[in-house]
């Protein structure tokens, strides 16, 4: 039997779209169920989907969501995106995190340049209160998803480490929590205190974390990275090309991750968003107003992507 990884990336509200898009794609193309895998790594919006997946939801639910369908006999993972807007309360005043400016500054071949700027970014006010409750409603408060390896990715606030929870040797934390720390954005949401320490999105320290699954000898890793991409459009706004601009470093440290996992003799297939999904994306991940069409766009270039030669590593 194939030994496999599933890594679901950071993306905010589109990269969530796109990435459930992929997966249809993939289950249509060779009956990939993620909910088989060895292995589910979720970072940020990726967290999300891994939680409901290690919580043993279906991708035809999740399509199902993101169409605005609601089943009787699925639970009620609906999310209204639009409560929040595309854009951030006003933060909290001052650095966001003194000690982690400062653990950079003494070590800063440890922290990266993403967890150095998050370090900081302003306190954000936002609440992730709607994102627990979606998780409570397919796991009991307080406990783990079903599939034991679920992997959910955060940043140590504090310290610019990346902690993974539900990892052996992790900080205990229920499984709502853990993905409310995934998906605090620095500089939007409040950072998400566990124990004693403060915990934030963990794709400030990687978009995918695919590095973590190196020497699991695992016989197929499968990633989904909605804020990579291998094939860009030439967007006319400011915005959309700084977005771009931080792309292209998310992508260059998700090929030196790749190569790291395909060098111990697991076959690696990477799915991001081209071109045309980045039009329909546009410079603002958060923009809920774009997630329909975001969907429908990866469906369709994900299939294409997946009937062309092959994509593996």
């Known amino acids: 039997m194939t030994s496999r990884g599933v890594v679901l990336g950071a993306g905010g509200v589109l990269g969530a779209a796109w990435t459930i898009g992929a997966l249809a794609a993939l289950r249509e193309h060779d009956g990939l169920d993620p909910r088989e895998a060895d292995v589910l790594v979720g970072t940020s919006a990726g967290s999300v989907l891994a939680s409901f997946l290690g919580c ?31 854009r951030p309360p006003l933060p909290r005043p001052g650095i966001g ?16 340049p993403m967890g150095a700027l998050s370090a900081v970014l302003p306190q954000g006010r936002g609440s992730l209160e709607p994102i627990g409750r979606l998780v409570d409603a397919v796991c009991p408060a307080g406990a783990w998803a079903g599939h034991p390896q679920t992997w959910i990715v955060t940043m140590d606030y504090d310290s610019g480490r990346r902690v993974v929870f539900g990892r052996d040797g992790a900080p205990h934390a229920g499984l709502h929590v853990a993905v409310q720390a995934s998906c605090a954005i620095p500089g939007w949401y409040t950072p998400v205190r566990i124990g004693d320490r403060r915990y934030v999105d963990g794709g400030a320290c990687s978009p995918t974390s695919l590095d973590l699954l190196a020497g699991l000898e695992l016989d197929e890793v499968v990633v989904l990275a909605p804020t990579t991409s291998l094939d860009y459009d030439a967007p006319a706004t400011f915005a959309g090309r700084l977005e771009r601009r931080f792309r292209r470093l998310a992508t260059k440290r998700l090929l030196g991750e790749l190569k790291k996992v395909s060098s111990t003799g697991t076959r690696v297939t990477l799915l991001g968003p081209g071109a045309e999904d980045l039009a329909a994306i546009g ?9 329909e069409h975001v969907l429908d766009t990866s469906l369709r270039t994900t299939r294409a992507v997946l009937q062309a030669p092959s994509l593996a590593a």
């Open 56 to 86: 043993g939801i279906g991708v035809d639910v999740l399509l199902d969501h993101q169409r605005g369908i609601v089943s009787e006999d699925a639970p009620d993972i609906s999310y209204d995106p639009d409560a929040e807007g595309a």
């Open 97 to 112: 995190s003194p000690r982690g400016v400062l653990q950079t500054a003494l070590r800063p071949w440890k922290v990266t």
């Open 283 to 291: 410079a603002n991940l958060m923009d809920p107003s774009r997630r």
